[in-house]
C-alpha cells in the first residue's frame, strides 16, 4: 500500500540529515486571511536522552504572505457556525477549493518549490470538552487541485485523547526558537506558553485581536492600526472590573478557548457600557495586559524572564506598552515583522512536517491529553513519498593527498 511504501521510503532515510521544504497554511480568528509561509528545515534525528527526538540544525522562512479575504469569505466564515449542514459541507470543499486558489497564486508570485502542504483549515466549532473540533478546508481538494501531499485536521486526535487540541506552539518554541522563555501569541485568541522548570506548559489566555479588530470596526477601521484608537481612550473601571470577573479566567490548566466565548461573554460586555469605542478599547487593552501578566506570573514567577510576542497584535502599540508595563521584570521582546505575522504559519508547516517524520506534534502537559499524539490526516500529492523529503549529503569530505 502506498503508506507501506511511505514508512519504508522515511525508515530507510532516517539517520541522515533531510531537508523539507513546506508550506503553512493558517486561517485564525481574527478573519485576516489565510497566512502562508514557505519554510526550510534541516533536520536529523536526535541523540538517545534528548528530550525530543529531532534536532532541527537550520531553518529559514524565504517566502510569506497574507492573502486576504474578501468580502463574502470573511461573512461566510462569521455565519457558518449558526448555518446548516449543507452550509457546512459545502464550505468545507469550497474553502479547500480556496485554499488551493490562494496557494496557485503565492507559488506563481514567489519562486520557491515546497515539497508538502500543512494546512491548519479554518476553525468553525472547537468543543474539547464534549470531543469534539472542526477545521473546515478539504485536505482532499486541496491536494487534488495543487499536486502536492497535503497535511491537515491537525487537532482531532488530541482532543479525541481528551485533550484540549491547543495550543499546538510550544512544538515550534521548543524546536524553533531558542533563547526564550515565555512565548506569548496574540492573535485572534492570545495564548501563552512556557518550558520553564523543564515541563511544557500552555493555554488560552483571552480573546485578543478578535475583539479589539471589531471594537475598531465600530469606528470605521478594518484594525486599530499601533493602537491609536485604544491610547486615546479612557479606562472605564466598572467595565474592567465585570471583564475580570469572567469564569474562565478562573479556570485551571489545561483550558482551552472557543471563538463563541469572545461573542457570547465578552461582547456583551464591551456592547453595553458606557463611553466611547475608544474608551472601551483602551479598557479591553488594559484587561488583556492584565489576563496576560496574571499568566505570566504563574508560569515565571518572580523571575527575569524573557518573553518573545508575535501575533497580530504585536503591532499594538499601546497593547504591548501595557504589557511591558504589567509584565516586568519579564522582558518583552517583540521580533522581526515577519516572525511577528508568520510564526503560526511556520508552526503548521512544522507540524506537518512531524507529521511526516511520525513524530508529536501535541505534547500532553500542554493539551492535558492522555499521551503525546502525531496529529494529522495525510492527503497524497500526485508526486507520491518521493517528493517528502531530500536527503541531505553531510558525510565528511575524503581527505585530499
Not at 468543543?127 to 481538494?141: F, H, N, V
Not at 489545561?254 to 469572545?262: A, G, H, R, V, Y
Given at each position: 500500500?502506498?503508506l ?6 522515511i ?6 540529515t533531510?531537508?523539507?521544504r ?10 485576516d ?9 534541516l ?13 532541527v540544525?537550520e ?5 510569506a504572505?497574507?492573502?486576504p ?7 461566510r ?9 449543507r452550509?457546512?459541507?459545502l464550505?468545507h470543499?469550497e ?9 496557485t ?5 514567489h519562486?520557491v518549490?515546497?515539497?508538502?502542504i500543512a494546512?491548519h483549515?479554518h ?15 478539504d485536505?482532499?481538494?486541496l491536494a ?12 482531532s486526535q488530541d482532543?479525541?485523547l481528551q485533550?484540549?487540541g491547543?495550543p499546538?506552539?510550544p512544538?515550534?518554541e521548543r524546536?524553533l526558537?531558542?533563547g ?7 492573535g ?8 520553564l522548570g523543564?515541563?511544557?506548559?500552555a493555554y488560552?489566555?483571552a480573546?485578543a485581536?478578535?475583539?479589539?479588530d471589531r ?10 492600526e499601533?493602537?491609536r484608537?485604544?491610547?486615546?481612550g ?8 465585570q471583564?475580570?470577573?469572567l469564569?474562565y ?5 489545561p483550558?482551552?478557548l ?6 457570547e ?31 505570566v ?12 510576542v ?13 504589557l ?5 521584570p ?5 521580533p522581526e515583522?515577519r516572525?511577528?505575522?508568520?510564526k503560526?504559519?511556520?508552526l503548521m ?6 507529521r511526516?517524520?511520525g ?6 502537559s ?8 502525531v ?27
Amino acid at each position: 500500500s502506498f503508506l507501506f511504501l511511505l514508512s519504508s521510503f522515511i525508515s530507510q532515510e532516517m539517520l541522515q540529515t533531510r531537508e523539507y521544504r513546506g508550506l503553512g497554511l493558517m486561517s485564525g480568528s481574527s478573519l485576516d486571511g489565510i497566512d502562508i509561509a514557505f519554510c526550510r528545515f534541516l533536520v536529523r534525528s536526535g541523540q538517545t536522552g534528548q528530550t525530543f527526538p529531532l534536532v532541527v540544525d537550520e531553518w529559514e522562512m524565504p517566502a510569506a504572505e497574507t492573502r486576504p479575504f474578501d468580502p463574502s469569505w470573511r461573512r461566510r466564515l462569521r455565519e457558518l457556525p449558526a448555518g446548516s449542514a449543507r452550509e457546512l459541507a459545502l464550505a468545507h470543499v469550497e474553502f479547500g477549493q480556496l485554499l488551493a486558489h490562494e496557494v496557485t497564486a503565492f507559488l506563481a508570485a514567489h519562486p520557491v518549490r515546497p515539497s508538502y502542504i500543512a494546512s491548519h483549515g479554518h476553525t468553525i466549532f472547537h468543543w474539547p470538552e464534549r470531543g469534539a473540533t472542526l477545521q473546515i478546508g478539504d485536505g482532499g481538494a486541496l491536494a487534488a487541485r495543487t499536486g502536492l501531499p497535503v497535511v491537515c485536521d491537525f487537532r482531532s486526535q488530541d482532543v479525541a485523547l481528551q485533550g484540549q487540541g491547543a495550543p499546538m506552539a510550544p512544538i515550534a518554541e521548543r524546536l524553533l526558537f531558542d533563547g526564550y522563555d515565555l512565548f506569548l501569541n496574540l492573535g485572534g485568541i492570545a495564548n501563552i506558553s512556557s518550558g520553564l522548570g523543564g515541563e511544557w506548559r500552555a493555554y488560552d489566555v483571552a480573546p485578543a485581536n478578535q475583539v479589539l479588530d471589531r471594537l475598531a470596526q465600530q469606528e470605521g477601521k478594518a484594525f486599530d492600526e499601533n493602537g491609536r484608537l485604544a491610547a486615546s481612550g479612557q479606562l472605564l473601571e466598572p467595565l474592567l472590573a465585570q471583564l475580570d470577573d469572567l469564569p474562565y479566567y478562573r479556570r485551571p490548566f489545561p483550558k482551552s478557548l472557543d471563538n463563541s466565548f469572545s461573542s457570547e461573554e465578552v461582547w456583551p460586555l464591551l456592547a453595553a457600557a458606557p463611553g466611547s469605542w475608544a474608551d472601551r478599547s483602551h479598557t479591553y487593552c488594559e484587561h488583556l495586559a492584565r489576563q496576560i501578566a496574571r499568566s505570566v506570573r504563574e508560569l515565571a514567577g518572580q523571575a527575569a524572564a524573557r518573553m518573545l510576542v508575535t501575533g497580530g497584535g504585536a503591532f499594538h502599540a499601546f497593547l504591548v506598552d501595557r504589557l511591558r508595563a504589567h509584565c516586568d521584570p519579564v522582558e518583552v521582546i517583540v521580533p522581526e515583522a515577519r516572525i511577528v505575522a508568520f510564526k503560526e504559519a511556520a508552526l503548521m508547516a512544522l507540524a506537518g512536517m512531524l507529521r511526516l517524520e511520525g513524530l508529536p506534534n501535541f505534547l500532553p502537559s500542554v493539551t492535558g491529553a492522555g499521551r503525546a499524539s502525531v496529529g494529522g490526516a495525510w492527503y497524497a500529492g500526485s508526486e507520491g513519498a518521493a517528493a517528502i523529503f531530500e536527503p541531505v549529503d553531510d558525510s565528511p569530505e575524503p581527505p585530499r593527498h
